[in-house]
């Protein structure tokens, strides 16, 4: 027994930490910057963007994938960063929230939100602009339909998503225009 009345068995020894998960060296190309980095099996891309890369726009929401917050773009579709293990996206073209401004300058589905509206709180934000930047990607004239079906995965408190799809479709529209 311990001093605090606990098994000598109970206690971690040093040689405990060859049970922790071992360390996976991945490379991953993170809004268009290849990086390399050594992380446990079980550690989510949600965990390797916001803890070891830094890229906090990525959101922890309800961490079951209900919510959308988390929402990235791997190889240009909407994945649900909680519940994707990083060593699944290796090699991967990673885009969050942070890769969809180039140079500093908002992109044009940022600038629609942003003329409109549509921010609020705020935390829904990153999660949906990735789920609209896809439908753009391969639709940039979507119906409100298309808009709606694409933005499902992500939850909105604060909105009423009218002002969400609104801006989605002004940014199609411009994007359209320039085409």
């Known amino acids: 027994m311990t001093r605090r ?29 290849r990086r390399r980095l050594t992380v446990p099996a079980n550690r989510t891309l949600l965990e390797v963007l916001r803890e070891d890369l830094g890229l906090t726009g990525t959101k922890h929401g309800c961490e079951l994938g209900e919510c959308g917050a988390c929402t990235v773009l791997v190889n240009g579709i909407p994945r649900l960063a909680c519940l994707t293990l990083a060593a699944e996206v290796e090699g991967a073209e990673i885009t969050t929230v942070e890769g969809l401004a ?24 990153p999660g949906v602009l990735m789920s609209a930047q896809a439908l753009l990607n391969r639709n940039p004239a979507p119906s409100t ?11 909105c408190r604060c909105s009423g998503y009218v002002r969400i799809v609104k801006a989605v479709k002004l940014a199609g529209r411009r994007l359209e225009g320039r085409r």
């Open 102 to 125: 180039a140079g500093g300058a908002m992109n044009e589905l940022q600038a629609a939100f942003s003329e409109l509206g549509v921010i609020q709180c705020g935390y829904c934000t």
């Open 145 to 155: 339909e298309e808009v709606r079906n694409a933005l499902s995965g992500n939850i």
């Open 5 to 33: 009345g606990r098994p000598a068995s109970a206690v971690p020894s040093a040689d405990m930490a060859s049970d922790a998960p071992s360390g996976r060296i991945l490379a991953l190309r993170v809004n268009g910057e």
